[in-house]
């Protein structure tokens, strides 16, 4: 069970786990002062860039909130404030910890920060690293994705979607895999929902979207007639377990 804990930081605030970490400041979200330190493991630039550093709590997940397509030329990281629970780091840290305690396989969070300008704000969220993973996405290009990993996956989505959890951007990207299991990652924009067929296929239909285009099918009928249907009907049973 996570102990959350809010502090007030320029402009905004940080909201951490204390149990994880006694004490949670700016220079955490800083990968410069990871850098300085000799902490930063590696960084990577763009929408979906994180930074990896070693931080009290373990290795971690450093992610900058940014939007990506069209509107991102205009509005770049910054988001609208309309309360400080209300920001995609408060709100996706808090989801985390909730699907955490109810044991689903998920990176612990360990802290979020918002920093308010005027009416719009910019946010950060650091999660735990999950150690030796790879994404689904390079199981995929490594012709690794078989009828045992596409059960698992379909079991792995059944489990989150019994519990009512909707990830907003359910791709091949945001699987991974380790010698320990399945998880899945960032939740950002997800919600806890009342399970109905409509949403549930809908994700389950964005998924298969991401798999064709990191190129699924191109082993030929292999994905339509043999991968995808045996994903499909681990989850539909793992749904009704």
């Known amino acids: 069970m996570t102990d959350q804990r809010v502090t007030e930081a320029a402009g905004g605030s940080i909201l951490f786990d204390a149990a994880r970490a006694a004490q949670v400041d700016a220079e955490w979200f800083s990968p410069d002062a990871w850098a300085s330190q000799g902490a930063l493991r590696s960084q990577a630039g763009g929408r979906g860039g994180v930074a990896i550093i070693d931080t009290p709590a373990g290795e971690a997940v450093l992610r900058h909130y940014r939007r990506g397509g069209m509107v991102a030329a205009l509005l770049g990281d910054s988001y609208l404030f309309t309360g400080n629970e209300r920001t995609r780091s408060s709100r996706e840290f808090r989801l985390l910890a909730e699907l955490a305690q109810r044991g689903l396989p998920v990176p612990p969070p360990v802290a979020a920060r918002h920093v308010r300008k005027g009416l719009s704000y910019r946010a950060d969220l650091i999660t735990l690293r999950i150690p030796d993973a790879r994404t689904l996405a390079e199981r995929v290009a490594d012709g ?94 793992a749904f009704r377990a």
Do not use: C, T
């Open 144 to 237: 690794a994705f078989n009828e045992a990993l596409a059960r698992r996956v379909g079991e792995l989505v059944a489990r989150f979607h019994r519990e009512g959890a909707w990830h907003a951007d359910l791709n091949a990207h945001n699987i991974l895999v380790n010698g320990e299991g399945l998880y899945l990652i960032d939740f950002d924009r997800g919600r806890l929902r009342r399970p109905s067929a409509g949403w549930r296929r809908a994700n389950l239909a964005r998924l298969k979207r991401s798999l064709v285009k990191i190129g699924a099918r191109e082993g030929g009928d292999m994905f339509d007639e043999v991968l995808w249907p045996a994903l499909v009907q681990a989850y539909d049973e």
